[in-house]
T-cell receptor, first 112, second 120 residues
Framework: DAKTTQPNSMESNEEEPVHLPCNHS???????IHWYRQLPSQGPEYVIH???SNVNNRMASLAIAEDRKSSTLILHRATLRDAAVYYC?????????????FGGGTRLMVKP | DTEVTQTPKHLVMGMTNKKSLKCEQH?????MYWYKQKAKKPPELMFV???????INESVPSRFSPECPNSSLLNLHLHALQPEDSALYLC???????????????????FGAGTRLSVL
């Protein structure tokens, strides 16, 4: 399976935008890029996904590089509740069994 | 309702005990999953059930025995565990494991809060 590389940790100030990078240089044409986050003492929760085009939803935006070898999760205004571990995951598009293979993730700390 | 409920929240057991973890969802999902998460590590997939049948076993030791009695319920039976099995056990579900094409991209997994297991 294609792997992802993320920084171990990042810090942000409250109410400022946060850009969380992810490298996936071995991505294949059928791999979807998914982001999940895990708040303290909770299970992971879905944030956003994309294939080629940039995506927006109520939680975040996903910017995908033209060559698809990297992507960036954008939180437009970080709040204290956004402090979590953010996982960038590649999901196979065909006959994948819907398996999620989590990488190391980025621990986001938000300062008031 | 997008809730996956796991019980108990905490469990302490000895190496000779037999216990079970329970997971329940009422979203009509037909795929259910068990993950294991050690402290400060990402979740690791253990088992996948698709339409109540075991479809993936990630080489998990036999002291872990999954069971899916119906489409809403998933159990994990534990027997003769080792201290290194202490971890957070997460259950997840997703809509339809046989979705193809663009539907696969939308096959979001919903996770429970987990059972924190300590083996003494």
């Amino acid at each position: 399976d294609a792997k992802t590389t993320q920084p171990n940790s990042m810090e942000s100030n409250e109410e400022e935008p946060v850009h969380l990078p992810c490298n996936h240089s071995t991505i294949s044409g059928t791999d979807y890029i998914h982001w999940y986050r895990q708040l303290p003492s909770q299970g992971p929760e879905y944030v956003i996904h994309g294939l080629t085009s940039n995506v927006n939803n109520r939680m975040a935006s996903l910017a995908i590089a033209e060559d698809r070898k990297s992507s960036t999760l954008i939180l437009h205004r970080a709040t204290l509740r956004d402090a979590a571990v953010y996982y960038c995951i590649l999901r196979r598009g065909i006959n994948a069994g819907n398996m999620l293979t989590f990488g190391g993730g980025t621990r986001l700390m938000v300062k008031p | 309702d997008t809730e996956v409920t796991q019980t108990p929240k905490h469990l302490v057991m000895g190496m000779t005990n037999k216990k079970s973890l329970k997971c329940e969802q009422h979203m009509g999902h037909r795929a259910m999953y068990w993950y294991k998460q050690k402290a400060k590590k990402p979740p690791e997939l253990m088992f996948v059930y698709s339409y109540e049948k075991l479809s993936i076993n990630e080489s998990v030791p036999s002291r872990f025995s999954p069971e899916c009695p119906n489409s809403s319920l998933l159990n994990l039976h534990l027997h003769a565990l080792q201290p290194e099995d202490s971890a957070l056990y997460l259950c997840a579900s997703s809509q339809d494991p046989l979705l193809a094409g663009a539907g696969v991209a939308k096959n979001i997994q919903y996770f429970g809060a987990g059972t924190r297991l300590s083996v003494l």
